[in-house]
């Protein structure tokens, strides 16, 4: 069974820094890019980054560009998500989602992970 | 980047209705369109990708169609158990992007 777990979450003032985490099982890892997507409570869904298989293509959305950095270790079947100079309006549910191919683009998102939430308050 | 709008925003209709929902890509998007489906307090999951191909599983029910900029994403005869926000995706080009989402009730 595919399966992703994402860790890493947790209430954090705005500025600081969080590393989210996403653990891989039931597939071959290095076979998929993966994709952060958050979702503010009640609200849509929002694209925040995706990592091809090989770390070679690396995509971010405007509003984290400069402050979220994307990485995977294919040894660990692991993805992270580094996140800088955190702001209120980050505040969201942040979903772990497998590609459905190697590429960043032309592959549709197939499965989420349960999703981590992160509260950037004071 | 590409805008996605979908429409409309939330409907109600009634069991066995056929419903509607609409997206609409800013610019040429060929067939990499993906929908995907929110039930209440669920994660998403993906219903139909290039443009209309259904994912393994899913109702014959549930049905896409479009390319280019216009898509459809149509349920023939509406169930309970379709209450859910459907979500529209573009796959093209980065940014990656969303629609707003269509809320979708039982009247």
């Known amino acids: 069974e595919v399966q992703l777990v994402e860790s890493g979450g947790g209430l954090v003032q705005p500025g600081r820094s969080l590393r989210l985490s996403c653990a891989a099982s039931?597939?071959?890892?290095?076979?998929?890019?993966i994709h952060w997507v958050r979702q503010t409570p009640g609200k849509g869904l929002e694209w925040v980054s995706g990592?091809?298989?090989?770390?070679?293509?690396?995509d971010y959305a405007d509003s984290v560009k400069g402050r979220f950095s994307i990485s995977r270790d294919n040894a660990k079947n692991s993805l992270y998500l580094q996140m800088n100079n955190l702001r209120p309006e980050d505040t969201a549910f942040y979903y772990c989602?497998?590609?459905?191919?190697?590429?960043?683009?032309?592959?549709?998102?197939?499965?989420w992970g349960q999703g981590t939430l992160v509260t950037v308050s004071s | 980047d590409i805008q996605m709008t979908q429409s409309p925003s939330s409907l109600s209709a009634s069991t066995g209705d056929r419903v509607t929902i609409t997206c609409r890509a800013s610019?040429?998007?060929?067939?990499?369109l993906a929908w995907y489906q929110q039930k209440p307090g669920k994660v998403p999951k993906v219903l139909i990708y290039?443009?209309?191909t259904l994912q393994s599983g899913v109702p014959s029910r549930f049905s896409g169609s479009g390319s280019g900029t216009d898509f459809t994403l149509t349920i023939s005869s509406l169930q309970p158990e379709d209450v859910a926000t459907y979500y529209c995706?573009?796959?093209?080009?980065?940014?990656?992007?969303f629609g707003g989402g269509t809320k979708v009730e039982i009247k």
């Open positions: 610019q040429g998007i060929s067939n990499y």
């Open positions: 290039a443009a209309s």
């Open positions: 039931g597939f071959t890892f290095d076979d998929y890019a």
């Open positions: 990592i091809s298989w090989n770390s070679g293509r690396i």
């Open positions: 995706q573009q796959y093209n080009s980065a940014p990656l992007a």
């Open positions: 989602v497998r590609a459905s191919g190697m590429a960043t683009t032309f592959t549709w998102f197939d499965p």
